[in-house]
T-cell receptor
Framework: AQSVTQLGSHVSVSEGALVLLRCNYSSSVPPYLFWYVQYPNQGLQLLLKYTTGATLVKGINGFEAEFKKSETSFHLTKPSAHMSDAAEYFCAVSVSYNQGGKLIFGQGTELSVKP | EAGVVQSPRYKIIEKKQPVAFWCNPISGHNTLYWYLQNLGQGPELLIRYENEEAVDDSQLPKDRFSAERLKGVDSTLKIQPAELGDSAVYLC???????????FGQGTRLTVV
């Protein structure tokens, strides 16, 4: 069975500081990995995804994530935080089966950005 | 391109009453998902459709929840009767058959009082 663990339910950084949100997954088969962002009272927006190929994935809004198979991790980073980055971030894993997988989400990490 | 559209955005009902949520997926997306998001939690899949067929409904509480996707486009999720514990956000998402990512609507926030 697949699962996702996000370390830290809340992360606070200063504007301009590095953002690091941690995600570890469990999967018996090669996973597809995703990061979604959710602003208050909104749906989830895809930030980036890893399927195959290059393990460093770049997404929108300056975010990137690196797939490390040996560590079963897919941590999300951004070199310099902006106030507009404050939101809830979800890591998710998908195992494609029957030609269409389902997403298993982590518990989420709330990112606060201090001025 | 229009995104996934859900209605209503907010709904307050008394317990034991029925409630229905509607979802219009992105045009051309044959896969449709309903997710449940409890406060402070990640979304959990309730049901997944491939066209009009429900291919994964193992997490749907079938005693009170039902869903349909007539003609393989719009979908409706119903709860009857609603319980206090059903208060949550119900998210609809859609995707393409040959892709794994899902695109989410804004959700319906249900409050059962």
């Amino acid at each position: 069975a697949q699962s996702v663990t996000q370390l830290g339910s809340h992360v606070s950084v200063s504007e301009g500081a590095l953002v690091l949100l941690r995600c570890n997954y469990s999967s018996s088969v090669p996973p597809y990995l995703f990061w979604y962002v959710q602003y208050p009272n909104q749906g989830l927006q895809l930030l980036l995804k890893y399927t195959t190929g290059a393990t460093l994935v770049k997404g929108i809004n300056g975010f990137e994530a690196e797939f490390k198979k040996s560590e079963t991790s897919f941590h999300l980073t951004k070199p310099s935080a902006h106030m507009s980055d404050a939101a809830e971030y979800f890591c998710a894993v998908s195992v494609s089966y029957n030609q269409g997988g389902k997403l298993i989400f982590g518990q989420g990490t709330e990112l606060s950005v201090k001025p | 391109e229009a995104g996934v559209v859900q209605s209503p955005r907010y709904k307050i009902i008394e317990k034991k009453q029925p409630v229905a949520f509607w979802c219009n997926p992105i045009s051309g997306h044959n896969t449709l998902y309903w997710y449940l998001q409890n406060l402070g939690q990640g979304p959990e899949l309730l049901i997944r459709y491939e066209n009009e067929e429900a291919v994964d409904d193992s997490q749907l509480p079938k005693d009170r929840f039902s869903a349909e996707r007539l003609k393989g486009v719009d979908s409706t999720l119903k709860i009857q009767p609603a319980e206090l514990g059903d208060s949550a956000v119900y998210l609809c998402a859609s995707g393409r058959h040959d892709r794994t990512e899902a695109f989410f609507g804004q959700g319906t926030r249900l409050t059962v009082v």
